[in-house]
C-alpha cells in the first residue's frame, strides 16, 4: 500500500504511544516520517531511534528531531530542519501533549503557564510554522484530541486544551480553506498508552472497564490515515470520535451491575 | 514499632523489576546508588509506570505527588519555589530535613527540575519502606494482629483474610510534613 508515497508526515511528541501508532501506520503507507520528541538523553529519545529505524527498514525515510513545541524558537528550528533534510511537508499531526495530572483548581500558575504553553501555544506555534510548506502542497493539519473534551475526567486539566483545540481546529479548518489547507481531529477515547498509566492512578478501577470499551493506538492512527487520503476531502473542520462507542454508553457498566 | 513483614531487600527486588519492565535495561545495571533519570534513562511518565507496578505488586499506594508539591500546598505556592522556578531556602532546609543533611547537592537556588534527577534507587526503595511501615498493628477489619506475607510481597491478615492497609503515601508526606512544621516552624 502506497497511499503515502513520497508524502512527508510529522508528528509531535511520536516516540510513544499514539503519536508513535500514527508514525508506523502512515510509513507503512509509503510516506516518509518525521518523529519529534521533546526531551533528549532519555527514554523517549532511545524510543524514537527506535522507531526511526524500524520506518528506515520499511523502506521510508525517516529522521528525528528533538524539539519542545512550548518553545516558539524549537518550533522554528524543528521545521527549518524538516525544511532543509525533508523539502517538503504534507501533513502535520498535531499530538503532542503534556500535563500535569490534578484537578484544576489545584494548579499553581507555573503549572497552568505550561499546560497552555504546550498544548494550546505550542500547537499553534506548529501550525504558523508549518504553513509555508503545507500551502505548497495543499497538506493537512490533524489534531489529536481525547474525550477529555467533552467529558470529565478526574484530575485532567489537559481535557480542557483539548476542548481549546478543536474549536482551532474549526477556526482553521475556515481560514485556511483558500490556502487549500485542510484541518481536521481525532478525538481517542481511553487508549492503554502510557497517559493511560498515569490516568489509571486517578481513575479507581478504570482497568475494570471491558477490554472492549478501549481503543488501540493503531485504530486511532486508522483514521488519521484516512483523513491524510483523499477519501476524506469532504470532511473538514470536524472532530471524529473513535472511542468504541464508550461516549455513548453512559455508565453502562454501573447499570449492569 | 512498625508490623511491616517485608524487607528492604524484598522492596529493593521489586523496584528493580518494576524498573527492567519499564526501562527497558539490564538488571545488572541497577545498583542503589543509580540515579533513575541519569543513570537509567526514566522520564516523568516512567516514574508512574513503575510506581504503578509497584502498588499492583505490594497493594498500597505510592505519592502522586513530591514533597515539594505537597509544601506549596500547604504553605502556598511561591514557598518552595520562586517564579523562576528556583527552591527556597526553606524548601532546602525541608529537603535536608528528610533526605539527610549529607545531600551536599541541595542548594538555595537549584533550579527545580534537578531534584527528580537526585531520585535513586535507594530513596524510592525507602519511600517504599515508609508506606510499608505504616501497616497499622491490627487488621482492620477484623482486629486480631496476625499479619502474614503471602507468597509474592501482598501482606494479609491471617486471621480475616482481609488485605493490609497501608496509609497512602501522599497522606504520609502531609503529616511528615505536618509534624516537622510544628517541630520547626520552617514556613
Known amino acids: 500500500m502506497d497511499i503515502l508515497k513520497d508524502k512527508v508526515v510529522l508528528i509531535t511528541g511520536s516516540s510513544r504511544g499514539i503519536g508513535k501508532a500514527i ?4 510509513a507503512l503507507a509509503g510516506a516518509d516520517i518525521v518523529v ?13 531511534e527506535e522507531l526511526c529505524k524500524e520506518i528506515e527498514e520499511m523502506g521510508c525515510r525517516a529522521m528525528m528531531v528533538q524539539a519542545d513545541i512550548a518553545l516558539r524558537d524549537s518550533v522554528k528550528a524543528l521545521f527549518g530542519e524538516v525544511s532543509e533534510k525533508m523539502g517538503r511537508l504534507d501533513y502535520l499531526i498535531l499530538n503532542a501533549a503534556k500535563a500535569p495530572f490534578k484537578p484544576i483548581e489545584k494548579l499553581f500558575e507555573r503549572e497552568l503557564r505550561q499546560l497552555v504553553d504546550t498544548n494550546y501555544l505550542g500547537n499553534i506555534f506548529c501550525i504558523q510554522s508549518a504553513l509555508p510548506m503545507l500551502e505548497k502542497t495543499e497538506g493537512k493539519i490533524i489534531f489529536i484530541s481525547s474525550l477529555g473534551s467533552r467529558f470529565y ?3 485532567y486539566p489537559l481535557g480542557s486544551m483539548k476542548a481549546a483545540m478543536e474549536s482551532i481546529v474549526r477556526d482553521c479548518a475556515e481560514s485556511l480553506r483558500e490556502k487549500k489547507v485542510s484541518v481536521n481531529a481525532v478525538c481517542g477515547g481511553i487508549v492503554k498508552t502510557d497517559s493511560f498509566k498515569v490516568l489509571r492512578q486517578f481513575w479507581d478501577n478504570i482497568d475494570m472497564l471491558p477490554d472492549g470499551l478501549f481503543v488501540e493506538p493503531e485504530e486511532i492512527a486508522d483514521v488519521v490515515l484516512f483523513l491524510c487520503t483523499q477519501a476524506s ?9 473513535v472511542d468504541k462507542g464508550l461516549s455513548n454508553a453512559i455508565c453502562r457498566e454501573k447499570v449492569k451491575s | 514499632m512498625s508490623q511491616n513483614l517485608i524487607t528492604e531487600e524484598q522492596v529493593f527486588e521489586e523496584l528493580k523489576k518494576a524498573i527492567v519492565e519499564t526501562l527497558r535495561v539490564d538488571e545488572n545495571s541497577i545498583t542503589p546508588d543509580s540515579s533513575l533519570i541519569n543513570d537509567l534513562g526514566a522520564e516523568s511518565l516512567d516514574f508512574l509506570d513503575i510506581n504503578y507496578r509497584l502498588e499492583q505488586a505490594f497493594g498500597m499506594k505510592m505519592a502522586r505527588h513530591f514533597v515539594l508539591e505537597h509544601i506549596e500546598e500547604m504553605f502556598g505556592e511561591g514557598t518552595a519555589i520562586d517564579e523562576d522556578g528556583r527552591l527556597t531556602e526553606k524548601a532546602i532546609e525541608l529537603l535536608k530535613t528528610r533526605f539527610g543533611h549529607n545531600m551536599s547537592d541541595l542548594k538555595a537556588g537549584m533550579d527545580m527540575d534537578e531534584i527528580p ?6 530513596s524510592m526503595t525507602q519511600g517504599v519502606m515508609d508506606i510499608l511501615n505504616s501497616l497499622p498493628e491490627k487488621c482492620t477489619k477484623c482486629g486480631n494482629s496476625a499479619w502474614q506475607s503471602d507468597e509474592g510481597v501482598k501482606v494479609k491478615c491471617g486471621s480475616c483474610g482481609e488485605s493490609a492497609t497501608y496509609t497512602n503515601g501522599d497522606d504520609l508526606i502531609k503529616a511528615w510534613l505536618t509534624k516537622v512544621q510544628e517541630e520547626k516552624k520552617i514556613f
Do not use: D, H, L
Request: aromatic residues 2%; contains cysteine.
Open chain 1, 23 to 26: 508514525a508506523r501506520k502512515c
Open chain 1, 36 to 48: 519529534n520528541y521533546r526531551k533528549s538523553g532519555g527514554s523517549s529519545q532511545t524510543q524514537a
Open chain 1, 153 to 155: 475526567n478526574p484530575s
Open chain 1, 233 to 241: 476531502r469532504g470532511i473538514t473542520g470536524q472532530t471524529i470520535v
Open chain 2, 117 to 122: 534527577v537526585m531520585i535513586t534507587v535507594r
